[in-house]
């Protein structure tokens, strides 16, 4: 298995642009999550998906939109870039819930925005 | 809204020393608590995990946790650390009547010295 996988690793964007952070998975796992890992906040939850078809608000939604249409993927996109997303992304899994289960990090991928 | 808090942003420790890093939230009812390592370039891992039962918690690497119910803490301790401890480390909590969001600690940096 492939485990979390992420892309791009890096990417440089000017304000207003738009783009989409893919994640993927093959462990077959329900739950999904995205969080922006930032100096001295640790991680907030951007969106997280607990099936495919389903999603939801995390702590820092705004800005960013997500959508599940296979259990595998989960990209997050970024309608208009600003400086404050400028950031470390983590895509998250976990076979179902996470009161009994371990969430799986991808690698990340580090946006910047100018 | 819940949070969660890590008492040192950095600590620095000489090789075969103790450490021990705070972490407390903010939740009176049901939680559960991880802490999650992140080793220089790398994703995050998990060290170890407490839902519920004995509340000292023992995880890989020789880490163990204990959940102190009164004080809303779950310290993170290891007898004695080694360079390739060197990492961030995170507590993270997941509490309340959704159990699908965990909020992230701001982390602690903590660097061993040879």
């Known amino acids: 298995n492939a485990g979390v996988t992420q892309t791009p690793k890096f990417q440089v964007l000017k304000t207003g642009q738009s783009m989409t952070l893919q994640c993927a998975q093959d462990m077959n796992h329900e739950y999904m999550s995205w969080y922006r890992q930032d100096p001295g906040m640790g991680l907030r939850l951007i969106h997280y998906s607990v099936g495919a078809g389903i999603t939801d608000q995390g702590e820092v939604p705004n800005g960013y939109n997500v959508s599940r249409s296979t259990t595998e993927d989960f990209p997050l996109r970024l309608l208009s870039a600003a400086p404050s997303q400028t950031s470390v992304y983590f895509c998250a899994s976990s076979l179902q819930g996470l009161v009994l289960e371990t969430q799986y990090f991808g690698p990340g991928t580090r946006l910047l925005v100018l | 809204a819940q949070s969660v808090s890590q008492h040192n942003h950095h600590v620095i420790l000489s090789e075969a020393a103790s450490l021990e890093l705070g972490c407390n939230y903010s939740y009176g009812g049901t939680v559960n608590l991880f802490w999650y390592v992140q080793y220089p370039g790398q994703h995050l891992q998990l060290l170890l995990k407490?839902?519920?039962?004995?509340?000292l918690v023992k995880g890989i690497k020789g880490f163990e946790a204990e959940f102190i119910k009164s004080k809303f803490s779950f310290n993170l301790r290891k007898p004695s650390v080694q360079w390739s401890d060197t990492a961030e480390y995170f507590c993270?909590?997941?509490?309340?009547?959704?159990?699908?969001?965990?909020?992230f600690g701001p982390g602690t940096s903590l660097s061993v010295i040879p």
């Open positions: 407490y839902f519920s039962g004995d509340p």
């Open positions: 993270a909590v997941n509490a309340g009547t959704s159990y699908d969001k965990v909020i």
